[in-house]
C-alpha cells in the first residue's frame, strides 16, 4: 500500500510539474496552427521551453526517482537501498527517458523553429561528448560497479551465513537481474544514442547531395543545438548565401553580358584594355523617333523589349556579345577575350541574317508601325577593356573599327540594302562563307578624309 501510494503520488506530482510547460507550448502550437500567431511570435521563455522539453520530461521522473528512493529507504533503514533505487534505477530510467524523449521530439521543433535557429536561445545542450559518455557510463562502468559491489556484499554474508547455498542462489539470481537489466538498458541507451548523433548526419549527406546536383534550395531541419545542429545551421547559411551569390550572377547576367559577368567574377574589376582585331557590328531602328511620338511610354517600352529580346537571343545564338544598348540601337562584338573566335567576320554575317529573320517575325506580330532596321558590320583593331573609376567601370571597345561601324550603318539608309559590311570583313568571311554583296568603291563617310571600299548587302 505504501508503495502505490507513493508511487502515484509523484506520478501526480510529476504530472502537475509537466502541465506547466506542456500547457504553454500546446498554446502556441494551436495559435501558429490557427495562423494567429507566427514562431517569431513565441516569447523566448516559451522558446527555453520547448528546446528543455525533454529534459524537463527527465527531470520529472529523476525527481519521482528520488522521492521514491528517499521514502524506502526510510522505511528500510537503508542508506543501500536509497542509492541503489536513485543510482540504480533512477539514472538509467532517467537516461533513457531523456534519450527517447528528445528523439521523439525532434520532429516537432521545425514547427516552432523553421529557421532552424536554435544557437540564439539559450537552452539546456547536451553536447555529443557527453552523450557519448553516458553511454559509456552505463555499458562499461555503471554494470560492472554494481557486480562488485554485490559480490563484495554477499561475500561477507556467506562467511557468517549457516547456509551458504541460499547465499550463493541470491547472488546468481541478483547478478543475472543485473546482468539483464544493463544488456536491455545498454541496448536501449546504444540504439536511441546513435540514431541521435546518425539522423542528423544523414540529413545533412542527403542535402549536400542536393547541392552536388545544383540544388541551392536544399535545407536540413535543425533539431538539436548540439555540435550536430549547429552544423546543420551553418549548412543552411551556406545554401542561402549560394542562393544569394546565384540570384547576384543571375542579375549581373541581366545587366550586363554573361561573358563580361563571368570575367568580373573569376578576375575582377582591373582597369585597362588590350589592342585586338575583331569585328563590330552596328544595328539601328529606322526612324524610330516618328515611330516613338505616335506610341505612349508604356507601348514603347514593350516594343523595345519585345524587338531587343529577340535580337539578343539570336545575337547569342551566333556568338555574339551585346555590348552596349543605345535606345533603339544595339553595339555588338565577335572574337573579344570575352567570346574568341577565328571567323569574327562570318559570325557577324550570319548574325546580321539572323537579326533580319527574327525581324520579319517581329513584323509579323504587329499589324502596325512596322520596323526596319540597317546593319552596319567592320573588321579591325580596337582596344578592348574595362573603362571607368573606382565607382563603376564598363567592359567596352573602342577604336576606329568601332566608329566605322556606327558610320557605315547610318550610310544604309542611302544605298540599295540594309546592310553594309567593310573590306576587311568581306575578305575574312568570304574565305569559307558564300553570301552575296555589291561592291561599292568609293565611300565617304563621316569623320574620314578618303574615301573607302564596302560591300552593300540587302538581306531579306
Request: charged share 20%; net charge negative; hydrophobic share 45%.
Amino acid at each position: 500500500m505504501i508503495f502505490i501510494a507513493v508511487i502515484a503520488l509523484a506520478i501526480f506530482a510529476g504530472i502537475y510539474m509537466g502541465g506547466r510547460w506542456e500547457g504553454s507550448i500546446k498554446a502556441w502550437y494551436s495559435l501558429i496552427k490557427s495562423g494567429e500567431k507566427t514562431p517569431a511570435d513565441i516569447p523566448i521563455k516559451t522558446k527555453r521551453y520547448i528546446l528543455d522539453y525533454p529534459l524537463y520530461s527527465a527531470g520529472v521522473t529523476a525527481i519521482i526517482w528520488v522521492v521514491v528512493g528517499i521514502v524506502f529507504g526510510l522505511l528500510n533503514q537503508s542508506f543501500r537501498v536509497l542509492i541503489g533505487i536513485i543510482a540504480g534505477g533512477g539514472l538509467i530510467a532517467t537516461s533513457l527517458l531523456y534519450f527517447v524523449g528528445d528523439l521523439l521530439w525532434r520532429p516537432i521543433i521545425p514547427f516552432f523553429f523553421p529557421d532552424g535557429n536554435l544557437s540564439e536561445v539559450h537552452a539546456f545542450r547536451l553536447p555529443v561528448l557527453g552523450k557519448l559518455l553516458i553511454v559509456l557510463l552505463f555499458i562499461g562502468i555503471l554494470p560492472p560497479v554494481l557486480l562488485v559491489n554485490l559480490s563484495w556484499q554477499r561475500a561477507q554474508i556467506l562467511i557468517a551465513a549457516p547456509n551458504p547455498e541460499t547465499v550463493l542462489e541470491n547472488l546468481r539470481l541478483v547478478q543475472l537481474f543485473i546482468l539483464s537489466v544493463s544488456i536491455i538498458a545498454s541496448i536501449g541507451l546504444a540504439v536511441f544514442t546513435t540514431r541521435s548523433i546518425t539522423e542528423p548526419i544523414d540529413a545533412l549527406r542527403k542535402a549536400m547531395g542536393q547541392v552536388k546536383k545544383n540544388d541551392l534550395d536544399a535545407q536540413v531541419f535543425v533539431t538539436t543545438n548540439d555540435e550536430l545542429g549547429y552544423l546543420g545551421e551553418n549548412f543552411n547559411q551556406m545554401t542561402a548565401g549560394l542562393r544569394q551569390k546565384e540570384m547576384l550572377r543571375n542579375l549581373l547576367n541581366i545587366y550586363v553580358s554573361p561573358e563580361v559577368a563571368q570575367e568580373a567574377l573569376v578576375h575582377g574589376t582591373k582597369l585597362g584594355g588590350e589592342l585586338i582585331e575583331c569585328t563590330v557590328l552596328f544595328s539601328d531602328i529606322r526612324s524610330f523617333t516618328s515611330i516613338s511620338e505616335t506610341l505612349s511610354p508604356d507601348k514603347l517600352m514593350t516594343l523595345l523589349n519585345r524587338y531587343m529580346s529577340m535580337m539578343v537571343e539570336v545575337i547569342i545564338k551566333n556568338g555574339g556579345m551585346v555590348n552596349k544598348f543605345g535606345g533603339d540601337s544595339l553595339l555588338v562584338v565577335f572574337g573579344t577575350p570575352l567570346n574568341p573566335a577565328d571567323n569574327h567576320a562570318e559570325q557577324a554575317i550570319r548574325t546580321a541574317q539572323a537579326m533580319f529573320g527574327a525581324l520579319d517575325i517581329f513584323n509579323q506580330e504587329r499589324s502596325s508601325s512596322l520596323l526596319e532596321i540597317g546593319i552596319g558590320i567592320a573588321t579591325g583593331a580596337v582596344v578592348a577593356g574595362n573603362i571607368g573609376g573606382d565607382e563603376r567601370i564598363e567592359y567596352t571597345v573602342i577604336g576606329d573599327t568601332v566608329n566605322l561601324a556606327s558610320r557605315l550603318e547610318g550610310k544604309t539608309k542611302e544605298i540599295e540594302g540594309n546592310t553594309l559590311i567593310n573590306e576587311e570583313t568581306y575578305q575574312q568571311a568570304s574565305q569559307n562563307f558564300t553570301f552575296q554583296a555589291e561592291h561599292i568603291p568609293n565611300i565617304r563617310v563621316k569623320g574620314k578624309k578618303e574615301t573607302l571600299g564596302a560591300y552593300a548587302m540587302d538581306i531579306r
